[in-house]
Nanobody, 125 residues
Framework: QVQLQESGPGLVKPSQTLILTCTVS??????????WTWIRQPPGKGLEWMGA???????YVSPSLRSRTSIFRETSKNQFTLQLSSVTPEDTAVYYC?????????????????WGQGTQVTVSS
């Protein structure tokens, strides 16, 4: 059984960089043909696809976030990480990591076969 667990700060100050890590167990992040994704949900809003890193290491980022988002992985730890710079209160959200069995940049839940439980991130001074 694949399990994903997000970790990172619950509170970040405006203009700082948010770093979240997803630790995967029960399966390797290098196994074809999975895509490891970051999704967030601001309060009162729908899910937003942020980006993904493929089993190959290729990365994909939402155009709206591309200027301040990086996704990378550490295969020895079976982890992948989201880095979001210059955060503002609009980045306040529950952040999820998830796995899809193929490339998918949408927010339909059943397209992802495994999800983390989510972690609340609040941007506030």
């Amino acid at each position: 059984q694949v399990q994903l667990q997000e970790s990172g700060p619950g509170l970040v100050k405006p203009s700082q960089t948010l770093i979240l890590t997803c630790t995967v167990s029960g399966g390797s992040i290098t196994t074809a043909s999975n895509y490891w994704t970051w999704i967030r949900q601001p309060p009162g809003k729908g899910l937003e696809w942020m980006g993904a890193i493929a089993f190959s290491g290729a990365t994909y980022v939402s155009p709206s976030l591309r200027s301040r988002t990086s996704i990378f992985r550490e295969t020895s730890k079976n982890q992948f990480t989201l880095q979001l710079s210059s955060v503002t209160p609009e980045d306040t959200a529950v952040y999820y990591c998830a796995r899809s069995p193929r490339y998918y940049s949408g927010t339909v839940r059943y397209e992802y076969d495994y999800w983390g439980q989510g972690t609340q991130v609040t941007v506030s001074s």
